[in-house]
């Protein structure tokens, strides 16, 4: 199923990448060629794997049919020369070549299962940090119907996620808030300031894949910034990758760095799964649990039906605001 193209002029601009990240949350300065393939990377596998761990099969609808037949190009330039087989199946292999495309469906997995836990005890916001083309408020399971839905994400992406709800047919909800922020400019408190967010009640926040691309006083601020404005007992799944491996990491690894770079993105920080509890500590953050690829992996497909082969270095984890917290000092 595809949706109507209104968005054909922004085809460059879309796929542009960016070569320099603003110290922030969401740091992306353009509507992100990773935010885009993510979209994709989930669709492809709910629609293909042999037991999928997602049902999401609107990133092929949200992303703009300009964009796809760019990636299908790509996909093509690196495609073996003796390969067979459609345009599409071309950008079906490429997306699942990736290295990052294990990663994006587990981790989309963990957020969506934590998410679940937190709605049954009660928590009723959920905040989408850098949201890109997530398509939850595409199919709100039933479990989540009572949910307030915050996305928040950069002037240069939101707009283009709007065009593309509208032209798939998403009607407007009451429910689901947008909040066009540039977080290198303003903080996550001021931003949801400006939206019916109740900074009284606890919420759900989730910041996945961007960790990586800051620097480590930008996360730490970033961090910092969530537990400031979210209420007691809110909680965090955000995505990272183990420090050590940014220098010296196992092949796959360093596939992923390059697969990333290929797009004009480029690894800035980590943190060390050892002493990441102490540190959120020191954020105002407490630390529930911290998997890696691995884990993820036993968790969600331990036969390994699907095929996939996580990063041991990419880590989920996942945090609760503490009563209160620490000064930046702390």
């Known amino acids: 199923m595809h949706c109507t193209d209104a968005s054909r002029g922004q085809k460059l601009r879309a796929l542009a990448p960016s070569h ?33 761990l ?9 992303v703009p049919d300009a964009v796809r037949t760019a990636f299908r190009e790509r ?3 690196r495609r073996d020369a ?6 599409e199946a071309a950008l079906d ?37 850098g949201a890109g083309f997530d398509s939850f408020v595409c199919r709100v399971p039933d479990w989540a119907q ?7 994400d950069h002037p240069a992406t939101q707009p283009l996620k709007r065009q593309r709800l509208a032209a798939c047919g998403v009607p407007p909800s009451a429910s689901v808030h947008f909040v066009e922020a540039d977080l290198s400019a303003e903080s996550l408190g001021a931003a949801l300031a400006r939206s019916p967010f109740n900074t009284t009640q606890p919420a759900f926040f989730s910041w996945l894949g961007v960790t990586v691309y800051l620097t480590r006083e930008a996360n730490l601020a970033a961090l910092r910034d969530i537990a400031t ?26 596939k992923l760095r390059s697969d990333v770079a290929a797009v004009g993105e480029e690894f800035l920080s980590g943190f060390d799964p050892k002493t990441l509890g102490p540190l959120l500590r020191g954020t105002g953050l ?25 990063a041991g270095a990419a880590h989920i984890a996942h945090a609760r605001v503490l009563s209160a917290a620490p000064s930046p000092a702390a």
């Open 82 to 87: 003796s390969a067979t087989g459609t345009l």
């Open 229 to 254: 404005c979210a209420a007691h007992g809110s909680e965090l799944v955000f995505t990272y990758i183990d420090e050590a491996a940014l220098h010296a990491g196992p092949e796959a690894f360093q």
């Open 286 to 310: 407490e630390l529930l649990e911290d998997i890696d690829g691995h884990a993820a992996l036993a968790r969600y497909d331990p036969a390994g039906r699907n095929g996939l082969q996580p």
């Open 93 to 129: 292999d490429a997306m699942r070549a990736n290295a990052a495309y294990p990663d994006v469906i587990l981790r989309s997995r963990y957020t969506e299962d934590a998410l679940q836990d937190a709605v049954a005890r009660g928590i009723t916001q959920y905040v989408l940090i």
């Open 20 to 52: 320099h990240r603003s110290p922030s949350l969401n740091p992306s300065s353009q509507a992100s060629r990773t935010a885009l393939a993510t979209a994709l990377m989930r669709s492809i596998h709910s629609r293909s794997a042999p037991a999928p």
């Open 75 to 77: 996909a093509l330039v």
């Open 54 to 62: 997602l049902d999401d099969t609107w990133g092929e609808r949200l």
């Open 146 to 152: 009572g949910l307030d839905i915050y996305e928040v």
